[in-house]
């Protein structure tokens, strides 16, 4: 399986590349640099939060982060048998956040439900595999996982940051059964900027992106959810796909000390 769907895949890797090293960079058209005297991590939540390791229910809805500006996101949940995949959106029309789930790890759709921000008010799909098909519903994963803003605007911080930094050896560790690829702030070694993590056990995958910030000039910028994907014990069989896979890539830059 091809994991990664990037037409600009050479563009990006370079600009990950000079991004980890400290060179200017352009990503997304925001122009991203390394420097000194860094102040608080900033956050643009209006309201709300997103715990990832507890399972999300209907009601958790009108809980999740609402931004202050018209910025969507996109993230992963899947907890041993159950796989949510999560849109905001923001940016134009009603202000809404749309559940989309696999209650049994088949890969198929059994609820769309979608929250209206603004109304507080919610809206059942009544044929939600017609919806989402098992090919929409498993794009709109793999786009999650990496990073791909297209029809949906998840973390770019994704599969394609694990390739580049864990060529690196100084950022790759073992975790579990598998690895931890992380990224050090280059002006600051106590701060970590992004961590993934991803194991395999006879109990599921374990998968995690996290993103704590991104430097924005002076400023330190955590995106409005942290955890773009976040996978416990997952039978998803994408997830476990995905997961083999990176833990085969990553055991090739492991230090032999470690």
């Known amino acids: 399986m091809e994991i ?18 400290g060179f200017i960079v352009l990503i997304g058209g925001v122009a991203l640099w390394s420097a000194g005297g860094r102040g608080p991590i900033q956050a643009n939540v209006e309201r709300g939060v997103y715990i990832a390791k507890i399972p999300l229910k209907i009601s958790d809805l009108k809980k999740l982060p609402v931004p202050k500006t018209n910025e969507d996101y996109a993230f992963i949940q899947s907890i041993d048998v ?18 989309i789930q696999d209650r049994n790890s088949d890969g198929k759709v059994d609820l769309v439900v979608r929250y209206f921000v603004d109304r507080d008010s919610f809206k059942y799909s009544a044929r939600p595999r017609n919806e989402f098909t098992e090919e929409k519903f498993k794009k709109l994963k793999e786009d999650i996982l990496n990073g791909k803003q297209d029809e949906v605007n998840p973390n770019k911080e994704a599969i394609e940051y694990i390739k580049v930094l864990q060529q690196n050896s100084d950022r790759v560790r073992r975790w579990k059964n598998g690895f931890r690829v992380f990224l050090v702030d280059a002006d600051d070694e106590t701060s970590e900027q992004m961590n993934f993590f991803f194991s395999i056990s006879s109990s599921g995958a374990d998968l ?3 993103l704590n910030y991104r430097n924005q000039g ?10 773009s994907v976040y996978c416990k014990d997952s039978k998803d ?15 090739n830059f492991v230090p032999v000390s470690d």
Do not use: D, W, Y
């Not at 990664?4 to 090293?21: A, D, F, N, P, V």
């Not at 069989?237 to 055991?251: F, G, H, S």
């Open 4 to 21: 990664i769907h990037s037409k600009g895949g050479i563009i990006l890797k370079r600009s990950i590349i000079s991004l980890i090293t």
């Open 237 to 251: 069989p994408l997830i476990l796909e995905v997961t083999k896979q990176l833990i085969k890539e990553a055991a």
């Open 218 to 227: 002076v400023t330190r910028m955590s995106p409005i959810i942290n955890q």
């Open 208 to 210: 995690v992106f996290e």
């Open 82 to 99: 159950e796989t949510n995949v999560v849109i905001g959106k923001f940016k134009a029309g009603q202000r809404e956040i749309t559940l």
